[in-house]
């Protein structure tokens, strides 16, 4: 079974600085590895996803990501922060013999500061 | 183009009572879920379903029942509820599964005393 694990439940930093949100994923088996983000009160919202290809995605807002097969790691990093990233963060996998359902991992809350 | 949307935002249940939320979306997906968040735990999967009439378990899936008459709508059932029901609960569709976005309403905040 695949199992998503976020190595930070919460990560502060100043605004402006770079911040790294860490992921791990288990699977014997090819998956599809996404990053959503939840602001306060609100839903969930897509940030970005890894099919196939490239292992650098780009996605909104200026997030990127990197697939690590190697290390099975899809960290997501931002060169420069703002207040307004304040908000938490999933990252998630799907594929494999879960039937293409998504599992999410734990949540990393950043916070930013001025 | 309302997305998906969520009834009610807010309800409070005494153990033992029942209530249905609501949750619609007009993008004509296929595929449409429930989850719930509780504090440290993510979001776990209760119930999912991959058109009208057919409908599955997901992770946590004791206590609640689903339907899916039409491709809109995908109502969650508390049949009884208990206060390890209280929780963020979360509907989301996508035009199928595996690598296709899912888009989440903005949930239900449910409290059990």
């Known amino acids: 079974a695949q199992s998503v694990t976020q190595l930070d439940s919460q990560v502060p930093v100043f605004e402006e600085a770079p911040v790294e949100l860490r992921c791990n994923y288990s699977s014997s088996v090819s998956v599809y590895l996404f990053w959503y983000v939840q602001y306060p009160n609100q839903g969930l919202q897509l940030l970005l996803k890894?099919?196939?290809?490239?292992?650098l995605v780009k996605g909104i807002n200026g997030f990127e990501a990197e697939f690590n097969k190697s290390q099975t790691s899809f960290h997501l990093r931002k060169p420069s922060v703002h207040i307004s990233d304040t908000a938490e963060y999933f990252c998630a996998v799907s594929g494999g013999n879960q039937g293409g359902k998504l599992i999410f991992g734990q949540g990393t809350e950043l916070s930013v500061k001025p | 183009n309302a997305g998906v949307t969520q009834t009610p935002k807010f309800q409070v249940l005494k153990t033992g009572q029942s209530m249905t939320l609501q949750c619609a979306q007009d993008?004509?997906?296929?595929?449409m879920s429930w989850y719930r968040q509780d504090p440290g735990m993510g979001l776990r999967l209760i119930h999912y379903?991959?058109?009208?009439?057919?409908?599955d378990q997901g992770e946590v899936p004791n206590g609640y029942n689903v339907s899916r008459s039409t491709t809109e709508d995908f109502p969650l059932r508390l049949l009884s509820a208990a206060p390890s029901q209280t929780s963020v609960y979360f509907c989301a569709s996508s035009s199928g599964t595996g690598h296709y976005e899912q888009y989440f309403g903005p949930g239900t905040r449910l409290t059990v005393t």
């Open positions: 379903s991959v058109g009208a009439g057919i409908t």
């Open positions: 993008m004509n997906h296929e595929y």
């Open positions: 890894y099919l196939s290809g490239s292992t």
